[in-house]
């Protein structure tokens, strides 16, 4: 019978399986993986169900990712490194697209800042297989907005909200913070790219506790390689 463990905190107990311990540890940055700990809970759950958890938790390629690096001569089943195969090159297609739309929106001065995910990935963690993501996020100047919705609709972008809550327009778009895109990629995957003039819109902040978009893209960083930018550390 697999043992429960507990993480105790002030405020409230949280039992975790030792499915759930295993995933939290396969999730961390490949550079700090804690080997041991890994290797007796792998070896206590299986593999088997290590695989079920994570396909639950839609993290395969992640934790196959970690797995590999802890066991290099191990051969596991094909569908970790399936998994992991596919969403990295999905995930290389939608860099490339990153990079061209933000090409193109420097050729009309338009800086544009890689939110979330896209930026982790495009300057930080590029290993894409273990960087599974949805869609691109990025931050431009609203006084820009409409330079920029031209350009993607020029790129070959549908305008549409995911949310059937949202109207369908550029217009609700620059008075709730953003807009929403849609295209098939030569790769042949459907990439949606949020174009957004909120930091954070989707946390549902109040925007006058938000910090500036204007400042935040002032402060941005290069990334190398790229006409993207990074917020500032």
Request: hydrophobic share 40%.
């Amino acid at each position: 019978m697999l043992k429960m463990t507990s993480i105790i905190t002030p405020e409230l107990k949280i039992r975790l399986s030792p499915e759930e311990r295993l995933s939290c540890l396969l999730i961390t940055h490949r550079d700090f993986l804690d080997h041991q700990k890994i290797k007796i809970l792998y070896e206590e759950v299986g593999d088997e169900r290590t695989y079920a958890h994570s396909l639950l938790n839609q993290t395969v390629s992640i934790a196959a990712d970690a797995l590999r690096i802890i066991y290099p001569n191990k051969l596991f089943p094909d569908h970790w490194f399936k998994s992991y195969e596919s969403i990295g090159r999905r995930i290389q297609a939608y860099m490339e697209e990153l990079d061209n739309v933000a090409s193109e929106f420097a050729s009309q001065d338009i800086p544009l800042i890689a939110l979330k995910n896209s930026g982790i990935s495009r300057a930080l963690y590029p290993f894409y297989g273990a960087c599974p993501m949805g869609d691109l996020d990025v931050l431009i100047s609203k006084s820009l907005f409409q330079k920029a919705h031209d350009i993607m609709v020029a790129l070959g972008y549908s305008l549409e909200f995911r949310s059937p809550l949202e109207e369908n327009t550029f217009e609700n778009g620059v008075m709730t913070g953003g807009t929403e895109y849609f295209k098939t990629l030569r790769s042949g995957d459907l990439l949606w790219f949020e174009l957004q003039w909120r930091p954070i819109a989707g946390r549902w902040i109040s925007i006058d506790r938000e910090p500036k978009a204007d400042d935040l893209i002032e402060r941005s960083i290069p990334i190398s390689g790229s006409q993207a930018r990074l917020l500032s550390p």
